[in-house]
Every structure is written in structure tokens, then in C-alpha cells.
């Protein structure tokens, strides 16, 4: 980073545009996993156009990623850390995103033991497990952005 660019004051954001988006790409993973699985709308979720219509959802879900202000992602991007307050951030952030994100991959393990226990099995349980992963990585990707968007102050306020 050069000294210009540290020099300069950071630039505001609007929370409530940041928390919108947060917790718009915390929902469209879970649109996109009920429009695969659930019987009635599994036609719908497993259509494929040039990519299936949960891919292309959980594309969308990950590409708002980069709507999020640019203090978020130099604060969750190791390069780009200016100062101590924003390690600390950076710390703060990632150990609550890995509780929840290990909470996250138990209540989705239980509910493919409770799933597996009901009698799906063969390609529909293999399909479930997949989506299990997808999630799981996904909002390993999401969750440290939410996190921010909802405890960050912009500088105007701070």
C-alpha cells in the first residue's frame, strides 16, 4: 500500500445498503437449496439454461460480495491492512465467523442424519450432501461480510 493511499480518509458507507445486501446473500443460498430439493419446485431449481437455476442463484449470492464497501474487503483481505484497529477487526471477525459457520455445518449434518434416518438414500442423498458442502462453503465466503456489515461503524460516524 503506498503512502497516498493511506493518507487519504476512508470513504463512508450507508449501513443499512450494506446490511440489506448481507443479509440478501445470506437468504439466496437457502432460496436456491429449497428450489433443488423441495419436490414441488425441484423442477424449477434443477432446470438447466446455461447453468442451473441454483447456480445461478448462489453465483448471485457470492457476486454481491463485491457490492460490499471497500472497507470491508481490505479489512477480511490480509494485504491490504492499514493499522492495528483493523487487525483487530479483521480477528474479531473471522473468530466469529468460524462459530457460526461450524454451528452452520452441524445444524445441516444433523438435518442430513434426520434426512438419511427417513429413508432418503442413493442419488438423493448424495445430491443433499452436495448441497450440504455448497452451503457450507458458500457462507464460509458470506458470513465473515454479514458480520462486518452489521457490527462496522462507517468513519463518518466513528
Excluded at 7 to 26: E, V
Excluded at 97 to 118: D, H, Q, T, V
Excluded at 131 to 146: E, L
Amino acid at each position: 500500500m503506498s503512502i497516498s493511499q493511506t493518507a487519504q480518509p476512508p470513504t463512508s458507507w450507508n449501513p443499512a445498503n450494506a446490511r440489506l445486501l448481507g443479509a440478501l446473500a445470506l437468504m439466496l443460498p437457502i432460496i436456491a437449496a429449497l428450489l433443488y430439493h423441495v419436490d414441488s419446485w425441484s423442477e424449477i431449481g434443477q432446470a438447466r439454461f446455461l447453468i442451473t437455476v441454483r447456480g445461478a442463484i448462489i453465483s448471485t449470492s457470492l457476486a454481491s460480495m463485491m457490492f460490499m464497501p471497500k472497507a470491508f474487503r481490505r479489512i477480511l483481505d490480509s494485504k491490504g491492512i492499514a493499522d492495528e484497529h483493523e487487525m483487530f477487526r479483521r480477528a474479531t471477525t473471522f473468530h466469529a465467523s468460524y462459530k457460526l459457520i461450524i454451528l452452520i455445518a452441524l445444524i445441516l449434518i444433523i438435518i442430513a442424519g434426520i434426512a438419511a434416518n427417513n429413508g432418503l438414500g442413493g442419488k438423493d442423498m448424495r445430491h443433499l450432501l452436495t448441497t450440504i458442502g455448497m452451503m457450507i462453503a458458500v457462507y464460509s465466503m458470506i458470513i465473515p461480510f454479514n458480520i462486518l456489515a452489521w457490527t462496522m461503524v462507517p468513519p463518518d460516524e466513528e
